[in-house]
């Protein structure tokens, strides 16, 4: 029996960083540890840090309750305004924002600073989007669907700097970016979409186009971890979505020599090895 497992399978690169600041300021014997926000999307690995003594921060309001103690900034980073608060308040900040995230910050201060508005194409709700916009001194814009790049106007003889929400669709933001760039504005784009997202899903198509049985870890509610289920399925009929290993009922099979897995961005690593090995085991 082979056991195939993706490389790319869990959290990216800057969760995993975020995720790993954490435990070595538990190692450290740091007290107390905040995270501003669940530092990962994922109720087991925020228990887990829990019982370690980490609490999370849900508001601002709670943040500014606080008079001692140290702040982990997750990977989806935050605006300048917060940074600032901390460093009044005299609390020690940690800061695991991703650098790939940390880059449209300063792309976003430079562009401004030369005066240049802002768009974001992105989720306006989403952390990292509200974070962006927080590096923003004059108002930014936020687009999302094709109505609203449609409906997009600024002055005439306004300059226009676009980025993008790390987690965006390419195809998309090109879509969008093209609707806007005939509006006759002068217009820089700066495509910052993170690939972690993408080489999950191409390098899962891969494997599952070569398996007898796939299988997908991830959250039930969790968008890319559905995603990556659909495009396994469609090479893989044989593809089982689980969100820890109790789930996994696979049918031992003459005709099952190869099992390949991935899993969805906020599945910690231990699950992934928990599967692998009983997958390993049982066949
Ligand atoms: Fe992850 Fe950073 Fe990309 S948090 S998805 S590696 S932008």
């Known amino acids: 029996m082979e056991v195939i497992l993706a490389k790319t399978a869990g959290f990216c690169f800057g969760v995993q960083r975020a995720v790993d600041t954490v435990h070595t300021q538990i190692k450290e014997g740091t007290s107390p540890i905040y995270t501003y926000g669940p530092i990962v999307h994922n109720e087991t690995v925020v228990k887990e840090l829990e019982a370690q003594g980490v609490r999370v921060l849900n508001t601002k309001e709670e943040l500014l309750n606080l008079t001692e103690g140290t702040v ?9 305004e917060i940074y600032d608060l901390m460093e009044q308040k005299g609390i020690r900040l940690i800061d695991a924002t991703c650098p790939f995230v940390r880059k449209i910050h300063r792309i976003v201060q430079k562009e401004e600073a030369e005066g240049r508005q802002i768009l974001i194409i992105g989720n306006a709700r989403h952390p990292e989007v509200e974070g962006i916009r927080g590096w923003c001194r004059t108002p930014s814009f936020v687009v999302e669907s094709v109505e609203e790049a449609q409906n997009f106007t600024i002055g005439a003889g306004e300059k226009l700097c676009i980025v993008s929400q790390t987690t965006f669709n390419y ?100 699950i992934i090895e928990e599967v692998q090995k009983h997958v390993g085991i049982k066949f």
Do not use: W
Not at 72 to 80: D, E, F, S, T, Y
């Open 72 to 80: 982990i900034i997750r990977a989806h980073g935050v605006g300048k």
């Open 171 to 270: 195809k998309k933001f090109k879509d969008l970016v093209e609707i806007i760039s005939k509006k006759g504005y002068d217009i820089i784009v700066l495509n910052t979409i993170c690939s972690a997202t993408e080489e999950r899903q191409t390098e899962a198509r891969q494997i599952a186009s070569r398996v007898d049985a796939m299988i997908v870890i991830g959250g039930s509610h969790s968008s890319n971890t559905q995603k990556l289920f659909e495009i396994c399925k469609k090479e893989c009929e044989n593809t089982y979505h689980i969100q820890e290993l109790e789930d996994l009922d696979l049918k031992s099979s003459q005709s099952i020599r190869c099992v390949g897995i991935t899993a969805g961005a906020s599945t910690p690593k231990k």
